[in-house]
């Protein structure tokens, strides 16, 4: 089992920015992709980016210019620097990893983009 701990959610101003760790532990084996999803209550969950074993990043139009994701294979840790952030960033951000064993979720952590 893979067990991933978020952190770093939490209320901002519009243009205000925050930065989410996701730290893996358990039987890991070989990470081959770490990235972060949102939800919003009622909608699907959406990939906000994602970072492979070999750095290729992937991210979703709405975050490009603005959300940065890095990794820290040393650590296990996935990173999400958001910056200029917008009300419509508000949701529920879900830290997942692909290893060998299969796709494991994060418990969410709440981002509220607020005045």
């Known amino acids: 089992q893979v067990q991933l701990v978020e952190s770093g959610g939490g209320l901002v101003q519009p243009g205000g920015s925050l930065r989410l760790s996701c730290k893996a532990s358990?039987?890991?084996?070989?990470?081959?992709?770490m990235g972060w999803y949102r939800q919003v209550s009622g909608q699907q969950r959406q990939l906000v980016a994602s970072?492979?074993?070999?750095?290729?990043?992937n991210l979703a139009d709405a975050v490009k210019g603005r959300f940065t994701i890095s990794r820290d294979s040393a650590k296990n840790t996935v990173y999400l620097q958001m910056d200029s952030l917008k009300p419509e960033d508000t949701a529920v951000y879900y830290c997942?990893?692909?290893?060998?064993?299969?796709?494991?979720w994060g418990q969410g952590t709440q981002v509220t983009v607020s005045s």
């Open positions: 997942n990893t692909i290893v060998r064993s299969g796709n494991y």
């Open positions: 970072i492979t074993s070999n750095n290729l990043i």
């Open positions: 358990g039987s890991i084996g070989t990470i081959y992709a």
